[in-house]
């Protein structure tokens, strides 16, 4: 359209030039080729869970979250969730094959929960203490189990909890599965004002099959501006700094540590209908973290 108003323009001036030569033709400004500067994301940290069948996570990279909460301060972590978490190998170890497994399984241990007798074990690995993930990228490539009752979960709290309560702290979910869905996975930012039932979360469905079939690449970038979430190199779902402000403080611009945990029961997929889906085993095949430069 530029060009045909320029043409038609040069055409007038011929004319009212009496069709001289000498009539000037405008000149079309230079394009603007200018792009936004590619992002380069170096890796600073990783855990590609290598080792023997049966060994421990790196102690100098992952701890424990043991128990039902209750040593905590937060019975049932918060949302009445079954599970009693362990460090053993029965629950949580390498493969040998290069991945983690996380296996939730009917308890065996005579052990009791804050609802009675403990009815499941599984395991929460997480790198507090050890590894604070600046703004950046993290991402993980994990095969989730399905049946209802189970929530596995990839997912950040902000570096300074517990010192700053939550969720003031600031907590993104890379990755979460309500067990009953099992094409569909989630991500969600919560902080002061914007927590629980927060308005920042979306849903993601892949198809055919499920989340079950194989291993998905699930990710998060973030800075002082946005978070984006992702899906296999797809982004699903991004919240920009003006939008949480409309709630409250930002808690995107901080470090943040990183949880693996494969829950049972609870306020987000109810409990299990049937034990039949135990054991279920989520598997992790990698961690990385990266640094953004432009």
């Not at 009539?23 to 079309?28: D, E, G, R, S, V």
């Not at 599984?122 to 993290?138: E, F, H, Q, Y």
């Not at 797809?234 to 808690?251: F, N, P, Q, T």
Request: with cysteine.
């Amino acid at each position: 359209m530029i060009h045909s108003r320029l043409a038609t323009l040069a055409i007038s001036l011929l004319t009212a030039c009496g069709g001289g030569a000498a009539a000037a033709t405008p000149t079309l400004p230079p394009a603007d080729t200018t792009t936004a500067p590619p992002i380069t994301w170096t890796q600073v940290w990783s855990d590609e869970f290598d080792g023997a069948a049966g060994a421990s996570v790196d102690p100098a990279k992952w701890g424990f979250d043991l128990g039902d909460g209750c040593a905590a301060g937060n019975c049932g972590w918060g949302n009445n969730e079954k599970e009693y978490y362990t460090n053993a190998p029965e629950n949580v170890s390498l493969d040998g094959q290069g991945r983690l497994a996380i296996v939730a399984r009917p308890a065996v241990l005579n052990t009791t929960c804050y609802y009675g007798p403990c009815k499941y074990t599984s395991a929460k690995i997480t790198t507090r203490g050890k590894l604070a993930a600046a703004p950046g990228r993290v991402e993980a490539r994990i095969r989730i189990p399905s049946g209802q009752g189970l929530w596995p979960a990839f997912w950040m709290l902000g570096n300074d909890f517990p010192a700053v309560k939550w969720p003031d702290s600031g907590e993104l979910d890379i990755m979460e599965n309500h067990g009953s869905k099992p094409s569909t996975s989630s991500s969600a930012i919560h902080g002061p004002n914007y927590f629980g039932n927060t308005p920042f979360a979306h849903s993601n469905t892949i198809a055919p099959g499920t989340l079950a079939d194989d291993f998905h690449l699930y990710a998060v970038e973030w800075d002082a501006g946005h978070a984006a979430f992702f899906v296999d190199g797809v982004k699903h779902y991004e919240v920009l700094k003006s939008d949480v402000l409309r709630y409250g403080a930002s808690i995107l611009d901080k470090p943040y540590f990183i949880i693996l945990n494969l829950a049972v029961g609870g306020n987000f997929d109810g409990d299990p209908l049937s034990d039949s889906i135990l054991p279920a085993t989520m598997l992790v095949d990698y961690v990385r973290v990266y640094t953004a430069s432009k």
